[in-house]
């Protein structure tokens, strides 16, 4: 019994688990070497310096953050000092527990294994891999999981709702979502999740109603239309450069070859497949709401924006590759290795830029010290991995004292 135990699920978690970690270093190997606090980090140092646990909850640029403040307070928590080293490996847990509750949890997805890996894989730049700030990105994968559930287990999935609501707005599209199947099941499970994910959804709105500022807009003309395709479709197979130009058509021909895969597999496709793709549509219109779409790439401007898009194609075409033949199965699979190797070939003049990324080695632990040691200090941040562009931010040496004494470690 334990030798076939061993040989299962538990076999299958170590893999996952040592590939995750590979993957990881692979695309952010500084940050295992080298990590340090990044951008809207410095905001969760200030609050937890000021009000301790208290600040956890607080939302940060208009939406609540909860698992990233959850990380990052942690490790300040832990050390002062230290708190990057601890803050990435807290991470890199956290990614891994994501990565085995896409093959673990019991949902609807098809090869559940090779959609694990394609969280890994997303053909961006490395943005959202292996840093505390991009965490709650990780936790908004749960409410995907939540949505595409099947059935027992109904504590796990409020889990996952609860941890993913306050932690994305990936909510809001996801309780529309789980309200129109809590409509069509008629279950008090399905209605249960459906109320929690709204009165979630509801705190994230309120909080982005009088927080947070977007500049994007839905398309609402056929250039802005053909930008959205290009970005979001066309760009998942060519945003390094290799059809320059030409983003857009190859958008509408991949539409219309995924739209025919459907349609010819429509009997063989059910409802979940189109609350996958609906997510999807979701997902795109919160990213051109949020920014400006135009000026979004995969590599050199707002990577993040294409982690979700990309990875809801990813599992959309291995569902269509699981009910088809093995043409279209060779199809597919050839097409998403093209794109990875793209992305992994792909070169930029920013050397902090790639699907591999890098950054500037700055000691965190040497100016927390010297912080301690002064009235005032400028504690730096990183933004885009050079030390050339840190993010200032100023405490007193009080507060740097205070969290040197306080920590565990």
Partial sequence: MRQSVLRGPALLALVLVAATVAVLFWRRPDQFFAPFVWAEESVIV??????????????????????????????????????????????VAFTCLVVLAVVFSPTHL????LCALAVLLVPTDAEVFAVALYVFWWAGILLFLALLWDRGLPWLRAGYIVLGGLSSPLIGPVAILLAARATLERTGISLCMALLSVGLAAVQAGTAYFYMTNTGELPSDIALLNTAVARFIGFFYFGSGWLPDRYSLLGYVLLVAFSI??????????????????????????AAVRVPIANLHPFLAGPRYFFYPFLLMTWAGLWIAAVSGPIVKSIIAA???????????????????GFTRRHDLVDWSAHAKRCAQSEKYVMPIHTIGDANVLWPREMTGAQCRALLEKSLF
């Fill in 46 to 91: 200030q609050g937890y310096a000021e009000r301790g646990w208290a600040s956890i909850l607080e939302p940060i640029q208009g939406q609540h953050v909860f698992a990233t403040r959850l990380v990052t307070t942690l490790a300040l928590q832990l050390s002062f000092a230290r708190a990057p080293y601890f803050a990435v490996w807290i991470t």
């Fill in 110 to 113: 098809r090869l559940r294994s």
């Fill in 261 to 286: 895969a459907v349609w010819v597999r429509r009997d063989r496709l059910d409802r979940y497949f189109l609350l996958l793709v609906l997510m999807w549509g979701a997902v795109c219109a919160l």
């Fill in 335 to 353: 097409a998403y290795i093209a794109a990875v190797w793209f992305a992994v070939s792909y070169e930029t003049n920013n050397k902090y830029l």
